[in-house]
């Protein structure tokens, strides 16, 4: 799950309340269908630095809310206002993410110098989604590098 440090970075992350966090604004089809359709309470996520001087890994955490409607859709004065959603037909949505450890920064391009993750979503080119999934084994390499 990538997420602008200007906006909420991995030690903002852990200074909030019960270190958890609703995972708004995700503005793309497909990965608010990731984030509603498949995650569960208690998976496991890497929290990805993004649109900043190093971009990549910054921690774990993991699910802590099922997706429910992402209420800055509602609010015209939000910057993620969608003036063509409602509280009974909701377009966005997002779930709450709780932090696991602050970890070590694994750069993009020490991610990107691993055969083992040659074929994850994450890096491929022109690849913009803030969600996507991470395959098991792509998982457990990473696991190591932290």
């Not at 900043?52 to 993620?80: M, S």
């Not at 055969?115 to 080119?125: C, F, P, S, V």
Request: charged share 30%; proline share 7%.
């Amino acid at each position: 799950m990538k997420s602008e440090p200007s906006d909420c970075s991995i030690d903002d992350l852990a200074k909030l309340p019960g270190q958890s966090v609703a995972w708004y604004g995700v503005r793309n089809y497909q990965a608010r269908n990731f984030m509603r359709d498949q995650m569960k309470v208690g998976d496991k996520v890497f929290f990805y630095h993004s649109n900043c001087a190093e971009p990549g890994i910054a921690g774990l955490a993991e699910v802590g809310r099922l997706a429910y409607p992402d209420q800055t859709q509602f609010d015209p004065k939000n910057k993620y206002f969608d003036p063509k959603a409602t509280p009974e037909t909701p377009r966005w949505f997002n779930v709450d993410v709780k932090l696991v450890k602050k970890t070590r920064l694994v750069s993009l391009k020490e991610l990107r110098g691993h055969l083992e993750l040659e074929r994850m979503r994450t890096l491929q080119k022109g690849n913009r989604l803030s969600i996507t999934p991470v395959d098991p084994s792509e998982w457990e390499f990473i696991i190591g590098l932290l």
